[in-house]
């Protein structure tokens, strides 16, 4: 299994800021996944991360909100733009493994908290 | 029809018994069903899963059971464990590749009493 560092691990935010977290994988990988965890909520896929290519957002995540970099094959990042308290969550990063990457491994996460 | 449904919301166990957690899902397409297991200040980490030509699979203390009739799915933990208190989260995975896509319920938080 990859080994997945994630920063930073928690902050505290005003409203109408940005936040960029940082994923950074152990080994080289094609694709790295974005999730978001709200409070009391499920997991849910905000976009794949492509090297050399813009991201694949999933319904109900936009670019302008959630932009993705993906500079190599090691390294991404998620920024949540133009903060509000709704967007206070858990964000992980994630790498899969298998035929189609079912099996998925998670960065410890970042939780954000908007005020 | 994209939803998977988890209950309970939260279980507490005693030390030795047996940890049941139920997973029922409605789409079809689905046919890899993993179970995360999610310490605090931690991500989910893969703890086992099955596909529906199966209808159990074991490793270890942790089973899963599958229905596929009844579209349903559950995780046993038995001689269940301090150390086991976690949320658990089931998820499910459409036919031809979830390409990093699952479907997560809402999880349990589990509670193992010494």
């Known amino acids: 299994s990859a080994v997945i560092s994630q920063k930073p691990s928690r902050d505290i935010c005003q409203r109408g800021t940005s936040l960029t977290i940082q994923c950074q994988v152990d080994?080289?990988?094609?694709?790295m996944f974005w999730y978001r965890q709200q409070p009391g909520q499920s997991l849910t896929l905000i976009a794949t991360a492509n090297q050399g290519s813009e991201a694949t957002y999933e319904s109900g995540f936009v670019i302008d909100k959630f932009p993705i970099s993906r500079p190599n094959l090691t390294f991404s990042t998620l920024t949540v733009s133009n903060m509000s308290p709704e967007d206070s969550s858990i964000y992980l990063c994630?790498?899969?493994?298998?035929?189609?990457?079912?099996?998925?491994?998670f960065g410890s996460g970042t939780q954000l908290s908007v005020l | 029809q994209q939803q998977v449904k988890q209950s309970p919301q939260s279980l507490i166990v005693q030390k030795g018994g047996i940890s049941i957690i139920n997973c029922a899902y409605e789409?079809?397409?689905?046919?890899?069903f993993p179970w995360y297991q999610q310490f605090p200040g931690k991500g989910p980490a893969l703890l086992i899963a099955?596909?529906?030509?199966?209808s159990e699979k074991k490793e270890g203390r942790f089973t899963i059971s599958f229905n596929k009739s009844a579209k349903q799915f559950s995780l046993h933990i038995m001689d269940s464990q301090p150390g086991d208190s976690a949320t658990y989260f089931c998820a499910a995975g459409p036919h031809g590749g979830s390409q990093g896509n699952l479907i997560f319920g809402k999880g349990t938080k589990l509670s193992v009493k010494p």
């Open positions: 994630s790498v899969g493994q298998g035929p189609t990457n079912e099996k998925l491994f």
């Open positions: 789409n079809t397409a689905f046919d890899y």
């Open positions: 080994s080289q990988v094609t694709m």
């Open positions: 099955i596909r529906p030509d199966v």
